[in-house]
């Protein structure tokens, strides 16, 4: 017997401003944002303004990090018998909320070969660099997340620009984004670009507050040595 359960219905918090932005501080904040900001040129060049596509690919690498820190974090919640403070479970919702991007886009751009095979080998990289990025300097990590989702937010902004402008077709929404963001039946691709926009800049906050929680966890066992 075939069990299929579907992914629960999310709401769009559309109220999120757009334009936050976290100046580097540290010196691992400076790498971090420069590493994005390397990643940032790099889909830019590939992909210039084709958006769909773009969204596929780097949506599969988006969807890696939450299951990453979900992975690490439940383990040492069982290795130091402490509780989580609910982080695992935020992260392995961000994981599926991404991939969510990801199933969705699928059914918008139709990745040709290629781009399934670089999607593989982009995987595989991340994948393995944020494994141990987390393992080893989780703060970073976080703040890689939060400057990673704060360009998603300015491209999928631009993709809006570009879809409203006529240049990309506002094409019917997929039937599994209609589904899944409770949209209504006659949703278009604009819409979709503003639920998953929203859902970027909920994760973006998300994971830099998340540096603010381990840098008072930080200070205050600091204070009480």
């Known amino acids: 017997m075939t069990i299929h359960v579907k992914p629960a219905p999310r709401t769009v918090d559309l109220d999120r401003p757009l334009d936050t932005h976290v100046a580097p501080k540290t010196i691992s904040d400076k790498i971090a944002f420069a590493f994005v900001k390397f990643l940032r040129f790099f889909a830019d060049t590939f992909f210039s303004k084709r958006y769909g596509h773009r969204a596929v690919v780097l949506e599969t690498v ?36 991404e991939r969510m991007h990801l199933m969705t886009f699928i059914e918008v751009a139709q990745p040709n070969w290629f781009e399934r095979v670089l999607i593989m080998i982009v995987q595989f990289l991340f994948y393995n660099a944020y ?59 604009t819409d ?30 600091g204070q009480r040595l």
């Open 192 to 221: 979709v670009i503003i639920a998953v926009r929203a859902d970027e800049a909920e994760h973006r906050d998300v994971n830099h507050g998340f540096v603010d929680s381990l840098e008072a966890r930080r200070a205050a066992k």
């Open 131 to 189: 494994f141990f990025l987390y393992l080893l300097a989780p703060r970073t990590a976080h703040r890689v997340v939060g400057y990673f989702e704060e360009e998603a937010v300015t491209s999928y902004t631009a993709y809006l620009a570009e879809v409203e402008a006529g240049r990309h077709e506002n094409i019917p929404a997929p039937q599994i984004a209609i589904d899944y963001w409770q949209l209504p039946q006659n949703a278009r691709l």
């Open 62 to 97: 988006a969807a890696v990090p939450g299951m990453v820190g979900g992975l690490l974090l439940h383990l040492s919640s069982l290795r130091r018998m402490r509780d989580d403070e609910g982080w695992i479970r935020t992260l392995l919702d961000e994981a599926e909320n």
